[in-house]
């Protein structure tokens, strides 16, 4: 991947209807867009400073799970990283992210690949909340092991912060790769990048 170091792609992914394109809207925009036609894949560039360091992020917003097979292995294979997106009111969306995160793994061949969880839609009421915060975090600390937090896309909750937890997750992998290179290991790595917390 021969791209500037500060310049990253990010895939937003999850199933169709769970605020992909409203959360990566609001993020690049600044504004919240409540209908969204669904589409195989829109782009978006947005500069963002993490840690005193600028760097521009190339964000795909992909289509539903269902519809993005016939490009899952250039998506998978090219992105630095990858914010999995779910509804709060939806087990199945829940399920989905899950098995996206195993099938990003499996093609890449590795498992620190750099992923937040996001579990959307916070804003709405407890009734309609079917995915508590807990079972988000749970999973995403002792099954996929990544960063979780919960957003509202409509509310503005979390959403530069799940961007800039993202770039973070990339730079810590870069470390860890480099580190490896400069050792001369020949194995893989097989660890996380880092213990899950909720942002």
Same mark, same amino acid.
């Given at each position: 991947?021969?791209?500037?170091?500060?310049?990253?792609?990010?895939?937003?992914?999850?199933?169709?209807?769970?605020?992909? $394109?409203?959360?990566?809207? &609001?993020?690049? =925009?600044? %504004?919240?867009?409540?209908?969204? #036609?669904?589409?195989?894949? +829109?782009?978006?560039?947005?500069?963002?400073?993490?840690?005193?360091?600028?760097?521009?992020?190339?964000?795909?917003?992909?289509?539903?799970?269902?519809?993005?097979?016939?490009?899952?292995?250039?998506?998978?294979?090219?992105?630095?990283?990858?914010?999995?997106?779910?509804?709060?009111? $939806?087990?199945?969306?829940? &399920?989905?992210? =899950?098995? %996206?995160?195993?099938?990003?793994? #499996?093609?890449?061949?590795? +498992?620190?690949?750099?992923?937040?969880?996001?579990?959307?839609?916070?804003?709405?009421?407890?009734?309609?909340?079917?995915?508590?915060?807990?079972?988000?975090?749970?999973?995403?600390?002792?099954?996929?092991?990544?960063?979780?937090?919960?957003?509202?896309?409509?509310?503005?909750?979390?959403?530069?912060?799940?961007?800039?937890?993202?770039?973070?997750?990339?730079?810590?992998?870069?470390?860890?790769?480099?580190?490896?290179?400069?050792?001369?290991?020949?194995?893989?790595?097989?660890?996380?990048?880092?213990?899950?917390?909720?942002?």
């Amino acid at each position: 991947m021969t791209q500037n170091t500060n310049n990253y792609k990010i895939i937003v992914l999850g199933s169709s209807g769970v605020g992909k $394109s409203a959360l990566t809207v &609001q993020f690049v =925009q600044g %504004i919240f867009v409540s209908n969204y #036609d669904p589409t195989i894949e +829109d782009t978006y560039k947005k500069w963002l400073e993490v840690d005193g360091r600028r760097y521009l992020l190339d964000i795909w917003d992909s289509a539903g799970s269902e519809q993005l097979l016939g490009m899952r292995d250039r998506y998978y294979s090219e992105a630095h990283g990858f914010v999995l997106v779910y509804s709060i009111t $939806s087990e199945t969306s829940f &399920q989905d992210a =899950q098995n %996206i995160c195993n099938e990003i793994i #499996d093609i890449r061949d590795r +498992d620190d690949v750099p992923i937040v969880l996001v579990g959307n839609k916070c804003d709405l009421d407890d009734e309609e909340r079917v995915v508590s915060k807990f079972a988000g975090a749970r999973v995403a600390n002792y099954e996929l092991k990544c960063p979780f937090t919960e957003s509202s896309a409509k509310n503005r909750v979390n959403v530069e912060e799940i961007f800039v937890e993202i770039v973070r997750q990339i730079n810590r992998q870069k470390v860890i790769t480099d580190d490896k290179v400069r050792s001369g290991s020949g194995r893989k790595w097989y660890r996380r990048l880092s213990k899950c917390y909720i942002l």
